[in-house]
């Protein structure tokens, strides 16, 4: 397979911050960014080869997703299909009204949704974590209200890789009768998640996670649920989410889709997981102080994330960069901010420990000799960061 994203001589394990899109992607994207391709709504021939185009995608991102085609409302990302499903239903219930139940690990367009509700009277419970990262459903249980209108938990921690446990999640969810939003960013393609099948009401899916084009996004939305929808204009995606779709990228994702759901499961998936294990196994080993953050086993499995005392991420991230070598220190979108994670944090990690966190996160063009690469590199970089902090002789 012809290698995508990075440049060859470069070591790049930083998927979950963009994931590089696939070349057979590109190759059916070019003639919608070439040809002339009509407004999916104009009414002449042009206009319903568009349309064609774009329901197809529509299956074909509902199939990966596992629920009906008539469910996915195309976004611009996963950013604003999470404000889609949480304000949409916050919204729709009114306000002052509505309850929401979400963890205290989210993404943060998940936790600044729902932060956006608090300012109009809704009332939100972030439910605690495990030091591996994970819900306990039992405090899901309790927490549910006779006025909980929406629970929204991912389908794994994106910073350190925790599976959540969705299924048990689901059924509480069912047997309470409040719908169950899942930011499956991360999680969609590579562990198993028929939304239908689990009892899943929401499903928030990103196009470049699965090495489609950046700039798009999906929201699958159960018959039944209804939304409140947070852009206005002529009433595209079913009213849900008004805008000229962008086909060439809408088109772009539908074969990503299909590409993953396809090879992600099966082949990919074990291939990665096996590459994570032994980065992980070299850093432990050649590395004092470094320790797995999340689960050890029930975790994504193209995530390894580390914390490393006595040093501090952005100095390594710098020098392994200089070394051509690619990696991150947590969430993109996180890194932002410039403060402490707040995962981290709710893991219950140090402040020590929150300054030398690395994240390493692999994908299709992924390679042993990689994997080797940072297993050789990075332990030379960390001892010599260490003895540079070190206090003086006197």
């Known amino acids: 397979m012809e290698r995508g994203g990075a440049a060859p001589d470069r070591v790049y394990l930083d998927y979950a911050g963009f994931a590089p899109v696939d070349p057979r992607v590109l190759a059916v994207m070019r003639p919608f960014l070439e040809a002339g391709i009509g407004?999916?709504?104009?009414?002449?021939?042009?206009?319903?080869?568009?349309?064609?185009?774009?329901?197809?995608?529509r299956a074909k991102v509902a199939r990966l997703v596992g629920g009906a085609s008539s469910g996915i409302v195309f976004t611009s990302g996963a950013t604003?299909?999470?404000?889609?499903?949480?304000?949409?239903?916050?919204?729709?219930a009114g306000t002052p009204a509505a309850h929401i139940i979400t963890s205290s690990v989210e993404h943060m367009s998940v936790l600044n949704a729902?932060?956006?509700?608090?300012?109009?009277?809704?009332?939100?419970?972030?439910?605690?974590?495990d030091a591996e990262g994970r819900v306990d459903p039992d405090s899901l249980r309790r927490a549910l209200r006779s006025d909980t209108t929406l629970v929204s938990i991912s389908a794994a921690c994106a910073e350190v890789g925790t599976l959540q446990p969705i299924s048990e999640i689901a059924r509480i969810t069912r047997s309470a009768g409040v719908p169950l939003h899942v930011d499956a960013v991360g999680a969609i393609g590579r562990i198993p998640l028929p939304g239908e099948v689990l009892g899943l009401d929401l499903v928030t899916v990103a196009s470049?996670?699965?090495?489609?084009?950046?700039?798009?996004?999906?929201?699958?939305?159960?018959?039944?649920?209804?939304?409140?929808?947070?852009?206005?204009?002529?009433?595209?995606?079913?009213?849900?989410?008004?805008?000229?779709?962008?086909?060439?990228?809408?088109?772009?994702?539908?074969?990503?889709?299909?590409?993953?759901?396809?090879?992600?499961?099966?082949?990919e998936a074990a291939r990665l997981q096996a590459l994570r294990d032994r980065l992980v196994e070299g850093l432990l080993l050649s590395i004092p102080g470094c320790r797995l953050t999340g689960a050890p086993a029930k975790r994504l499995p193209h995530h390894a994330s580390l914390v490393l005392r006595g040093v501090k991420a952005d100095s390594i991230l710098l020098d392994l960069d200089l070394a051509g070598v690619?990696?991150?220190?947590?969430?993109?979108?996180a890194q932002r901010t410039g403060t402490p994670s707040p995962v981290l944090r709710a893991i219950g990690c140090t402040r020590e420990e929150m300054e030398g966190s690395l994240c390493f996160t692999f994908g299709r063009?992924?390679?042993?000799?990689?994997?080797?690469?940072?297993v050789q590199c990075l332990p030379p970089i960390v001892a010599r960061l260490r003895a540079l902090a070190l206090p003086a002789p006197r």
């Open 208 to 267: 470049n996670d699965i090495y489609g084009p950046p700039g798009a996004g999906a929201l699958w939305v159960r018959t039944g649920v209804r939304l409140a929808p947070i852009l206005l204009g002529g009433g595209q995606e079913g009213g849900y989410r008004s805008g000229t779709e962008n086909l060439p990228a809408v088109v772009g994702m539908g074969v990503a889709a299909e590409l993953i759901r396809a090879e992600g499961l099966h082949g």
């Open 326 to 333: 690619a990696a991150s220190s947590g969430s993109a979108c």
């Open 114 to 129: 729902c932060r956006e509700l608090e300012k109009g009277g809704a009332t939100v419970t972030l439910l605690p974590v």
């Open 365 to 374: 063009w992924s390679t042993a000799a990689e994997v080797e690469a940072v």
């Open 39 to 57: 407004n999916p709504s104009a009414p002449h021939s042009l206009g319903a080869e568009a349309r064609e185009s774009l329901e197809a995608a």
């Open 80 to 92: 604003e299909a999470n404000n889609l499903a949480i304000r949409g239903v916050g919204l729709r």
